[in-house]
């Protein structure tokens, strides 16, 4: 990722997505179970605010705490390299699974008619 204002915009693109088309298929999909598509929808919502909270933590030691400025840099770039790795894949396996929650939350109609509108 490129940046931390980067990254917010990323995981907001993709839970609004995501939100999106739950929202839509809770209002226009008959036999769709309602109950889960509405938890569905706030695991993507948890998720996204958990993503952008954690996103927001700085690196804790100045430039004093290290031999030069280059050396700083260095380990505050893989620090944050390695942060935003860590919220990238927990956001990822948290959307997913709400996804899996809303897919089984369809009924067999609607996902058939998915995967022909996919394949297409």
Not at 9 to 21: F, H, I, P, R, S
């Amino acid at each position: 990722m490129a940046n931390k204002r980067e990254f917010k915009k990323y995981v907001d693109a993709l839970g609004a997505a995501a939100c999106d088309e739950m929202m839509y298929s809770f209002y226009t999909v008959e036999g769709a179970d309602k109950d889960a598509i509405s938890k569905a929808i706030e695991k993507v919502l948890l998720a996204t605010n958990k993503a952008r909270m954690n996103s927001n933590i700085f690196f804790d030691r100045g430039v004093k705490a290290f031999a030069d400025r280059k050396e700083y840099s260095k380990a505050k770039d893989a620090f944050f390299k390695a942060l935003f790795e860590k919220v990238s894949k927990e956001f990822s396996e948290e959307v997913n699974e709400a996804l899996k929650e809303f897919n089984a939350a369809l009924p067999a109609e609607e996902k058939e008619k998915n995967k022909a509108a996919v394949a297409e």
